[in-house]
């Protein structure tokens, strides 16, 4: 794909690319797109306060190469004279949000990941995590020192919630008002390289949540460069982005660029791309195709395996459906069916979107088609929605049983670990892990971690974090919850959303981590349960007894039982099975297996329960 550039050529060396680009021998480019601006300066602040005006070129770019900057001086833009701005392009802010932009030196961190080629897709198991609330410290570096464990789970890829820099210390991220930014509070550019490095060192894929449909409140002053943004649509969080209106080319070159920046100059694996039905693009060849193009290209070019993994509630098949087909050619999206479905056996809720899901004959479709609504009418929209994900292997489909978004978004952030029993936790985790698509398991779950994730800001404008608050109780007028919701703005609730990591070692939280870890290990070891062939997986629900069996390949079979009585399994397959896991296990505090190690005529699963049988021979 050819992007707008000055030439109007594609970016093939420092001096094209948008921000600062140290050249060597106290040098520096910087480029910076300001369309209708008369003059644009730059004004560097520190070691010494000075003064350099950027020529304009074609297509409303300024750029001059400066002498005697070196990495980590400090900058902004004055436009037309008036107030300075940090870079739109900044790769760091140790100011925050408000405060001027940082030179960064790529080729200055060693990288020794030179040998990594990435991980397919259809072979990870994704661990999401917020880099804030994930450790006491919250910075990069601690996420470090937890990554022989998750590799010890059986996890191979690190899924983390967006870093861009956010306005103060406590953040979802998605509020990011600087795309290019490493967020300085977590440890800024150096500590996301060292975990990077450090993740691939120890096998395990990093992809980064990426936010393209709004930009955060605070700190954004990327309107004050150019036409951005787009009054024509509206998103829930902020202006949209303008992805299909006059000048639009240089948007999406902008967001490209960013893409390429962190998949390149970051060595991240993928990037999770958020909500992406909130990016609102009418044009004939839409910006998401253009960023997978961009990608794929990196991957060519560099031989590493690239993914761009998109969040969408549309259950469009558009989304993954190749280019030349129509289609954004997008490598994987979620799968909120999946988790809903689930959610709704576990729990019984009913309330909001969970009104549009009720029995095992759901989870049934969810396991068979990906999509639950693929066309059918939906109450709580009103309207028919989705459409066929035929087609579409396993590895297209990343499923969970849990998320930030799950969990964070209900009125005081409880885990599954609060919302249900010992038992289903373990069913929840047989479910998820006997999936023919790809696993995403949301850090603490498996271990059943109790403290709550909330949702947190630290907005430095009063207002902006009362309108927060407000916000944030009109989310929840479709549900019955009881309570009051927490304060978003205060320190302690980011403190109550931290893991407890001292207490996975003890008593059930233990064993809860050794079946997540005998699972994963038995889904790994047996070629029938990793492989993601949907073809070879089919799922058949009985309402009235409110079981559930699964049949993987041609040796897996894992029966479910989401009642509260033991109940017939409804007749066996034919051959001899034995079985390899049973959540009832008293070897996990169970009631008691009562399923026969041989699978055989009048067995009876357990309530609340799993179990996982391989054909013999």
């Not at 850090?443 to 974090?465: C, I, Q």
């Amino acid at each position: 794909m050819t992007m707008p550039s000055p030439d109007p050529n594609t970016i093939s060396s420092p001096e094209d690319g948008l921000g600062a680009r140290p050249l060597g021998g106290g040098r520096c480019a910087f480029r910076v797109w300001a369309p209708g601006r008369a003059a644009v300066e730059l004004r560097l602040e520190s070691p010494g306060a000075r003064a350099a005006p950027l020529r304009a070129e074609a297509g409303g770019y300024w750029s001059a190469v400066v002498e005697g900057v070196e990495p980590w001086a400090r900058y902004r833009y004055a436009l037309d004279g008036a107030a300075a701005r940090p870079d739109p392009a900044s790769l760091s802010q140790p100011g925050g949000v408000h405060g001027p932009s940082e030179v960064v030196d790529h080729s200055a961190f060693r990288w020794d990941d030179s040998r990594w080629r990435g991980i397919p897709l259809d072979k990870l198991v994704l661990y999401e995590l917020h880099v804030g609330a994930f450790s006491e410290q919250g910075t990069f570096d601690a996420v470090i020192t937890r990554l022989p464990e998750l590799a010890a789970l059986g996890i191979n890829a690190l899924q983390i919630m967006p870093i861009a820099q956010f306005p103060g210390e406590r953040n979802w991220g998605y509020d990011g008002a600087y795309p290019f930014a490493a967020q300085s509070s977590y440890g800024g550019v150096a500590g996301f390289k060292r975990l990077v490095n450090a993740a691939h060192r120890h096998g395990l894929a990093v992809f980064l949540d990426v936010v393209y449909n709004h930009l955060g409140p605070e700190g954004n002053y990327l309107a004050d460069f150019g036409p951005y943004f787009t009054d024509r649509y509206r998103t829930p969080w902020g202006s949209a982005l303008n992805f299909d209106g006059p000048q639009s080319d240089h948007v999406r070159r902008y967001f490209i660029e960013n893409a390429l920046s962190w998949l390149r100059d970051f060595h991240v694996d993928g990037l999770r791309l958020d909500a992406v039905h909130g990016i609102f693009d009418f044009s004939a060849v839409p910006f998401l195709a253009d960023l997978s193009e961009a990608v794929e290209g990196l991957s060519r070019e560099t031989g590493r395996e690239l993914a761009l993994i998109g969040e969408s509630d549309l259950n469009d098949a558009r989304v993954l459906r190749a280019r030349e087909l129509g289609g954004f050619g997008l490598g994987a999206q979620w799968s909120d069916d999946f988790h809903h479905s689930l959610h709704v056996l576990l729990t019984g809720e009913r309330e909001g979107y969970y009104s549009d899901f009720a029995g095992v004959s759901d989870l049934a479709a969810a396991f068979n088609e990906a999509f639950v609504y693929a066309g059918r009418h939906s109450p709580f929209r009103g309207r028919r929605h989705g459409n066929s994900a035929a087609g579409f292997p396993g590895r297209s489909f990343v499923v969970c049983a849990q998320n930030h978004d799950q969990v964070g978004n209900r009125m005081l952030g409880e885990r599954l670990s609060a919302l249900t029993d010992f038992e289903r936790q373990k069913l929840a985790a047989g479910a998820l892990l006997c999936a023919p698509f790809v696993p995403l398991l949301f850090m603490g779950e498996e271990y059943g971690e109790t403290n709550p994730f909330l949702y947190f800001v630290s907005h430095s404008d009063p207002a902006l974090a009362q309108a927060v608050r407000e916000g944030r109780r009109r989310e929840f007028e479709h549900f019955k919850w009881k309570g009051e919701p927490a304060d978003p703005q205060a320190p302690e609730t980011f403190g109550r959303s931290k893991l407890n990591w001292a207490s996975r070692g003890e008593g059930r939280r233990a064993l809860l981590l050794e079946y997540y870890r005998t699972f994963l290990s038995l889904r790994a070891g047996n070629p029938d349960l990793s492989s993601l062939d949907r073809d070879a997986a089919r799922a058949e629900g009985d309402e009235a007894r409110r079981t559930l069996r699964l049949r993987r390949g041609r040796g897996v079979i894992a029966f479910m039982n989401f009642s509260e009585r033991p109940q017939d399994l409804g007749g066996t397959p034919e051959g001899r099975w034995r079985k390899l896991l049973d959540s009832a296990d008293v070897r996990w505090e169970g009631p008691g297996a009562s399923l026969p190690e041989t699978l055989g005529p009048g067995a009876r699963i357990p309530p609340r329960s799993i179990a996982l049988y391989a054909k013999e021979g």
